[in-house]
């Protein structure tokens, strides 16, 4: 994968169902970038990066970002090693390193993941 698209931003929702607290536990496991946080896709965006940054919103609102390093495509059920939870094989957008957290603006209306122009 190259890094074709400098500066692109991009933004994926996370269910309003998932606790912000266990996910933020989720951001500390990979702010070191010894591991990969995932994002689980239909496809990948055509035009998306390793280097792109990625804005969080949960709860109708942007909450922070952090680098796109990789896309992935699992070929079988995968287990987090944070959470325990079982997922799906397929494709995912794989994040890592600090997470930086904004006071951004309301988000309402989408799910998945889209370009974005903070």
């Known amino acids: 994968m190259s890094n074709t698209s400098l500066n692109q931003s991009w933004v994926l ?12 536990r989720e951001l500390g496991a990979v702010a ?13 965006p055509k035009g998306m990066a390793s280097g792109d940054r990625c804005y969080v919103v949960h709860d109708g609102r942007v909450r922070g970002w952090m680098k796109i390093v990789g896309m992935e495509d699992y070929p079988q059920d995968w287990t987090c090693t944070t ?23 309301a988000m309402t ?10």
Do not use: I
């Open 32 to 44: 070191d970038g010894s591991m990969t946080l995932n994002y689980r896709v239909r496809y990948f």
């Open 13 to 24: 929702t996370v269910p309003k169902t998932m606790d912000w607290d266990e996910y933020q």
């Open 109 to 118: 209306g989408f799910r998945g993941v889209r370009s974005f122009d903070p």
């Open 83 to 105: 959470t325990g939870r079982v997922w799906p094989a397929g494709k995912y957008l794989q994040r890592s390193g600090p997470f930086h957290p904004v006071d951004g603006p």
